[in-house]
């Protein structure tokens, strides 16, 4: 009944700027969480950064490099990627608590966006 959509993802160099998009569709009484993860191979996935309400939090790799965001109106949420570097290369997925209605709630993930940095 949700869809999480990401976009943005590309190859980028070394010390450059990409900002991603997550936009959630479909039945949504309301969304509560919603966060970035990523995966590298060979690796476990790992938060990036969330974000509920007003609160952010932030994994201390990306801490005054990244900053998220969000749009209620557009049930999107951002991800503003600065100074990248080749260790954040992986596929970034994002991940939303979403009411569907008033009483039940869900965790969804979108398919995840791939974000290659070059040295």
């Known amino acids: 009944q949700v869809q999480l959509v990401e976009s943005g993802g590309g190859l980028v160099q070394a010390g450059g700027s990409l900002r991603l998009s997550c936009a959630a569709s479909?039945?949504?009484?309301?969304?509560?969480?919603m966060g970035w993860y990523r995966q590298s191979p060979g690796k476990a996935r790992e938060l990036v950064a969330d974000?509920?309400?007003?609160?952010?939090n932030y994994s201390d790799s990306v801490k005054g490099r990244f900053t998220i965001s969000r749009d209620n109106a557009k049930n999107t949420m951002y991800l503003q990627m600065n100074n990248l570097k080749p260790e954040d290369t992986a596929v970034y997925y994002c991940?939303?608590?979403?009411?569907?209605?008033?009483?039940?709630?869900?965790?969804?993930w979108g398919p995840g966006t791939q974000v290659t940095v070059s040295s």
């Open positions: 991940r939303a608590d979403v009411r569907t209605t008033l009483w039940d709630g869900y965790e969804y």
């Open positions: 479909g039945t949504i009484f309301s969304i509560r969480t």
């Open positions: 974000i509920t309400g007003d609160n952010t």
